[in-house]
């Protein structure tokens, strides 16, 4: 009898307010499908602003205070973000008014999800929300509608970003990542083992599916 490939584990530290952590984790969806690879994903929080205040901040005026982007290279940005989004079927719809958010209840949120098997449904719903639909992340009751979407009880959400029962474990799973040298995301981690940073594009994940599958690690 032959024995069936062990499932690959792939560990991938993100934030739902990161555009190339969407683009990123689809360019690698489509590399696992076409090299058929058996595997089991796991989410990690990281706060790209972990100072950011709750009510956030504009987005260009963020991008433009924290690297020092002009508009026209905003504006140049969002076009290619939006034209890779929509070959991997993922709709970027930039706007003037959109804001960057504070995250840490997002993750909180997916810190539960995960002990309901519903973690990466509710990852890729807040990608959707903040990218395609721009509701308003730092809106706790926003939070508890997204999660009701993909399946979890909106009341128990709401108490979870009221009380801040995940906290602490959300605190000390952000300092691991970064005592092990995550600074960007996203970054994926491969069998806990190889760690490849940055969206990498469809053809280098699947190199890299068929390298480990090959055992050339």
Not at 166 to 187: D, H, K, M, Y
Request: glycine letters at 6%; aromatic letters at 8%.
């Amino acid at each position: 009898m032959t024995t069936p490939p062990q499932a690959l584990r792939i560990d991938i530290v993100s934030d739902v307010v990161c555009p190339w952590c969407i683009i990123g984790y689809r360019q690698l969806a489509k590399a696992l499908q076409a090299t058929g690879t058996p595997h089991e994903i796991h989410w990690h929080p990281f706060e790209l602003n972990p100072d950011m205040p709750p009510e956030g901040q504009n987005l260009r005026d963020h991008v433009a205070e924290k690297y020092g982007t002009t508009r026209e290279q905003s504006e140049d940005n969002r076009v290619r973000l939006t034209a890779i989004g929509a070959e991997l079927g993922f709709a970027f719809r930039f706007a003037d008014d959109m804001r960057m958010h504070n995250t840490f209840n997002v993750h909180q949120l997916l810190h539960w999800a995960n002990q309901h098997g519903h973690m990466n449904a509710l990852e890729q719903a807040l990608f959707t929300a903040h990218f395609t639909h721009r509701r308003n992340l730092s809106d706790n009751s926003v939070l508890a509608d997204v999660a009701a979407e993909v399946g979890l009880d909106r009341a128990e959400a709401l108490a979870i970003l009221h009380d801040q029962r995940f906290a602490a474990e959300v605190r000390t799973a952000e300092e691991s990542w970064l005592n092990q040298g995550i600074r960007g995301v996203p970054a994926v981690i491969f069998n806990r083992r190889h760690l490849v940073s940055g969206a990498q594009g469809e053809e280098n994940y699947r190199r890299i599916l068929e390298q480990l599958a090959a055992g050339n690690d």
